[in-house]
């Protein structure tokens, strides 16, 4: 499965701003998708998740309420909705999707895209 991941941008505080993840290969055998978030020297960071279905999501509590994780089956992507954009939200942001299901440990997903640099000015 290969991932490419577009949408970042520098963004101020307030925004909204969508990260796109489109997934091609073997994707027949994807059971889940997710954003995973960097900074410099720090862990990877569970942002969002969803089932290839599109029926199950799950969210870290920092960005629930702000980020909407969804499918798009006919472009076989997954996309990030952020708004209400914070300073702390600024990471590189990786898309990763898992043969297994949805989860929120980095380990549990196989294949993972580039990162995109999303960065919130104050």
């Known amino acids: 499965v290969q991932l490419q991941a577009f949408g970042g941008g520098v963004v101020q505080a307030g925004d909204s701003l969508t990260l796109s993840c489109a997934a091609s290969g073997r994707t027949f055998r994807v059971n889940a998708g997710g954003w995973f978030r960097q900074l410099p020297g720090k862990e990877r960071e569970f942002v969002a998740a969803?089932?290839?279905?599109?029926?199950?999501?799950s969210y870290a509590d920092s960005v629930k309420g702000r980020f909407i994780i969804s499918r798009d089956n006919a472009k076989n992507t997954v996309n990030l909705q952020m708004h209400s954009l914070k300073p702390e939200d600024t990471a590189v942001y990786f898309c990763a999707v898992s043969l297994r299901g949805v989860a929120t440990e980095a380990l549990n997903y196989d294949f993972w895209g580039q990162g995109t640099l999303v960065t919130v000015s104050s």
């Open positions: 969803v089932s290839w279905s599109g029926t199950i999501r």
